[in-house]
């Protein structure tokens, strides 16, 4: 009989490195597991796995015979249950193994996107960045506005955001996917939400409204009071400081893009979103003068009753507001 003694006796420093590499997949495994609906059922796995060994130690045939036969095909079970979370945790494994100039250059897409924010922001213009998860946003919107596909850079952003009426960009979201800017004026589908802070139109309406149909983060920066917000699931910030948001955005970034595993938030139809949208892009065709969107924005405003959403992060719940920057143009610009 081996002893204990024995069975030390005989590791070889192979052997140490296997078990030490096991514990560390499994550590990592349970790490990335945690929280998720994966772990009460890999409890029930262990369970069924116990059971056997009981069995089989108690000569249960019938009883062993079943439980392996069922653990025989818990493996492919897993693979079709958990199909999210594993391709969430091999993406996760990617992220990380991504290469130094690979990060390097993403940290150096936000802070472009973060100086094009500030930049936008101290000099009063309105404007909504929509980053793309894993759910496609050209799916939810109701108009996808115009293909530009170009580098992230803030003087690209600012660009295509002054508001000149032949700067046919300007109106709309810019949609922003894999770090690079992807298309402008993109028109989001409108929040049905109706317990919304009155400041609110249409802009940040349809910042909402995308980010319940999809798992974006969205960047709402309001022309009228120069505040920059950050909208996700449906939920809205508090006014950010630049430094917060850019901590957020690549907060966001690092994580795994599980999103689009859970469940949207409950709203309103998409059709009955998109129609809205349709509105008020119909308003907007139907005359391009100041006018016509004063009343647009009017409309978005008289929708909204007192009561506010609110992003329930308390980071962002009590970060301070956006007050010091210098107004430098009119609500409205040129466009
Ligand atoms: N659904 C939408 N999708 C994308 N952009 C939109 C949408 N609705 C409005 N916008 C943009 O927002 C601009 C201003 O709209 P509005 O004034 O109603 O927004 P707001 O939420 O009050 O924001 P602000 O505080 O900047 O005025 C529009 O000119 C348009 O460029």
Not at 7 to 25: N, S, V
Not at 243 to 261: F, M, N, T, V, Y
């Amino acid at each position: 009989m081996v002893t204990p003694r024995d069975f030390i006796e005989a590791l070889t420093w192979r052997d140490g490195l296997d078990f030490g590499i096991l514990l560390i997949l499994v550590y990592a495994a349970l790490r990335l597991l945690q929280g998720t609906r994966a772990v009460p059922v890999l409890l029930s796995v262990a369970v069924f796995g116990g059971v056997a060994a009981a069995a089989s130690a108690l000569d249960m045939v019938a009883v062993a015979a079943l439980v392996r036969y069922f653990l025989e095909y818990v493996i492919i079970i897993l693979i079709v249950v958990f199909h999210q979370e594993l391709r969430r945790i091999l993406l996760h494994m990617g992220q990380r193994l991504l290469p130094q100039g690979h990060r390097d250059a993403a940290r150096s897409a936000v802070s472009e996107l973060v100086v094009a924010v500030e930049r936008l922001s101290r000099a009063r213009l309105g404007a909504l960045f929509i980053l793309q998860g894993e759910i496609d946003v050209l799916d939810v919107v109701s108009d996808r506005g115009r293909e530009i596909d170009a580098s992230l850079h803030a003087d690209t952003l600012v660009a295509l955001l002054i508001p000149y009426s032949i700067n046919l960009t300007h109106d709309g979201a810019v949609l922003i996917q894999n770090l690079r800017i992807a298309r402008a004026g993109v028109i989001c589908p409108l929040t049905q939400r109706d317990r919304l802070d009155p400041a609110f139109g249409t802009r940040h309406r349809g910042a909402i409204g995308v980010s319940e149909e999809s798992d974006a983060l969205v960047i709402v920066l309001s022309e009228e009071r120069g505040e920059i917000r950050m909208v996700h699931r449906g939920a809205i910030s508090d006014p950010l400081t630049p430094e917060q948001l850019e901590a957020r955005i690549s907060r966001w970034l690092e994580q795994p893009r599980a999103e689009a595993s859970r469940q949207a938030p409950p709203s309103e139809s998409l059709a009955v979103a998109k129609g809205a949208a349709r509105s008020y892009m119909d308003l907007r065709k139907a005359s391009e003068s100041a006018s016509d969107m004063t009343a647009v924005r009017r409309r978005g405003k008289e929708g909204a009753a007192p009561a506010d959403e609110k992003w329930n992060d308390n980071d962002f719940l009590h970060s301070p507001s956006v007050t010091d920057f210098t107004p430098l143009s009119r609500k409205g610009g040129e466009g």
